[in-house]
């Protein structure tokens, strides 16, 4: 089946730095990837659907500036936290999907902890 | 009202039983239909995925959509431990070849006693 891989899976960091976290699909062409953020005993939450080579479109409350998304190519897209903040520790999780749209297929998320 | 709703649970239930989980919703515009499968501090793995309604099986996997009621089902026979996980409806309208957004449901925690 369609393999998405997600790295790095935990990240622990100072209050104020970037971090980055990459998506890749091993095994097929994600014209679309989007980009998740789920709190302990919740669902997911969208932040950003992000098609190749366009820019991402974030849902509302999402500020785009801190969280940067690139897609430059059919098997990979990054989303950077800015200067990240204790209060953006969370579990974010990508998935993608190729042209036929339907389903999407989810890495295995990263665990971010800002200290 | 939230466009899906799904029992949060948690639900435990004996190995060997059925398990039925199930999810309302709103919208007369979604077209797919998805459970996910998400263990602790793993991202969700897709089962089941259906576009028209009716039953569709996969192993002891069984979903069932009625679409008249805006209701959806997940089944699963002969449950086994390893079947402990949070269990996440799904579903998106049809999107043609773009992606459309998928709307969640809350997620059910299921537990099989062994």
């Known amino acids: 089946g369609a393999v998405v891989s997600q790295h790095p899976s935990r990240v622990i960091c100072k209050s104020g730095t970037s971090v980055k976290i990459e998506c890749r699909s091993l095994?097929?062409?994600?014209?679309?990837m989007f980009w998740y953020r789920q709190f302990p005993k919740q669902s997911l939450m969208l932040m950003a659907t992000?098609?190749?080579?366009?820019?991402?479109?974030?849902e509302q409350g999402v500020e785009k500036d801190k969280f940067l998304i690139n897609h430059a190519s059919l098997t990979l897209s990054t989303l950077t936290v800015t200067s990240a903040h204790p209060e953006d520790s969370s579990f974010y999780i990508c998935?993608?999907?190729?042209?036929?749209?339907?389903?999407?297929?989810f890495g295995d998320g990263t665990r971010l902890s800002i200290l | 009202q939230k466009e899906v709703e799904q029992d949060p649970g948690p639900l435990s239930v004996p190995e060997g039983a059925i398990v039925s989980l199930n999810c309302t919703y709103s919208?007369?515009?979604?077209?797919?239909f998805m459970w996910y499968r998400q263990y602790s501090r793993k991202g969700p793995e897709l089962l089941m995925y259906?576009?028209?309604?009716g039953n569709k099986e996969d192993g002891r996997f069984t979903a069932q959509v009625d679409k008249s009621s805006k209701y959806i089902s997940l089944f699963i026979r002969d449950s086994q431990p390893s079947d402990s996980a949070t269990y996440l409806c799904?579903?998106?309208?049809?999107?043609?070849?773009?992606?459309?957004?998928?709307?969640f449901g809350s997620g059910t925690r299921l537990s099989i006693r062994p």
């Open positions: 799904a579903m998106t309208s049809w999107g043609g070849s773009s992606a459309s957004k998928i709307i």
């Open positions: 992000s098609n190749e080579g366009s820019k991402a479109t974030y």
């Open positions: 919208n007369s515009a979604f077209q797919y």
């Open positions: 998935s993608a999907t190729d042209r036929g749209g339907q389903p999407q297929h």
């Open positions: 095994d097929f062409q994600a014209t679309t």
């Open positions: 259906t576009y028209s309604s």
